[in-house]
């Protein structure tokens, strides 16, 4: 009785919530831009720029470098999700502040250098902002289908190993338990889930946006 007690304020705080906030977003968004009246509206907006989204994405990736390690982003748990967002974002505006602190400055920095930087924080803090207000919300929404293939593969025991031999492809199956080949790579894309999920989603939202004509 008492797990019953402390499952519903758990399932209100890690999914309810946070997918009532996701919701929540989209509707501001989509009665935004009918106000401002920006094209054909929010849903089509995103639609046409799904093939650039990903790129946006792996752009604030810059400074984790592998993005692919942040699987909070193609989870399907919604309060994991925005915890991901907001780590992605946060952390590369942490590294820009920690180099243009005086205390970590190696040499006297450029006249040159600090006019262009002030003009690009400005610009990256403005994108990151509106990468979190307009594109992230919707994405959540986008990934959960999208980063099926992803998510079936990190839970999957399964492994594939290929190697390029005298111009043929050679593979073997192992599991993830069994030490690798020497020779070869990991086939299995496990290690790849969010390169995986942005491939399918831009693909997915290309087809869409090409019916939607």
């Given at each position: 009785m008492g797990s019953d007690n402390h499952a519903f304020?758990?399932?209100?705080?890690?999914?309810?919530i946070p997918l009532m906030a996701l919701i929540?977003?989209?509707?501001?968004?989509?009665?935004?831009?009918?106000?401002?009246?920006?094209?054909?509206?929010?849903?089509?907006?995103?639609?046409?720029?799904?093939?650039?989204?990903?790129?946006?994405?792996?752009a604030f990736g810059a400074s984790w470098g592998k993005l692919?390690?942040?699987?909070?982003?193609?989870?399907?748990?919604?309060?994991?999700?925005?915890?991901?967002?907001?780590?992605?974002v946060g952390l590369p505006v942490r590294v820009f502040g920690g180099h243009c602190l005086k205390k970590n400055r190696l040499q006297p920095r450029s006249i040159l250098d600090v006019l262009f930087l002030l003009p690009l924080l400005l610009a990256f803090l403005i994108a990151a902002f509106g990468?979190?207000?307009?594109?992230?919300?919707?994405?959540?929404?986008v990934f959960?289908?999208?980063?099926?293939?992803?998510?079936?593969?990190l839970t999957s025991n399964f492994r594939a190993y290929?190697?390029?031999?005298?111009?043929?492809?050679?593979?073997?199956?192992?599991?993830?338990?069994?030490?690798?080949?020497?020779?070869?790579?990991?086939?299995s894309m496990v290690d790849k889930p969010v390169t995986l999920t942005n491939a399918f989603s831009a693909a997915v939202l290309f087809l869409i946006g090409q019916f939607w004509r």
């Open positions: 304020p758990r399932f209100l705080i890690t999914i309810a929540a977003v989209c509707a501001l968004n989509y009665f935004l831009f009918r106000f401002l009246r920006v094209g054909s509206g929010y849903f089509r907006w995103y639609v046409n720029a799904g093939p650039f989204i990903g790129l946006a994405t792996a692919d390690n942040q699987t909070g982003l193609i989870s399907a748990n919604p309060l994991d999700y925005v915890g991901a967002c907001l780590q992605l990468w979190l207000l307009l594109i992230a919300p919707l994405q959540y929404f959960l289908v999208c980063g099926a293939p992803a998510r079936i593969a290929a190697v390029m031999r005298n111009g043929k492809l050679e593979y073997e199956e192992a599991t993830a338990t069994e030490p690798p080949p020497i020779f070869g790579w990991d086939a």
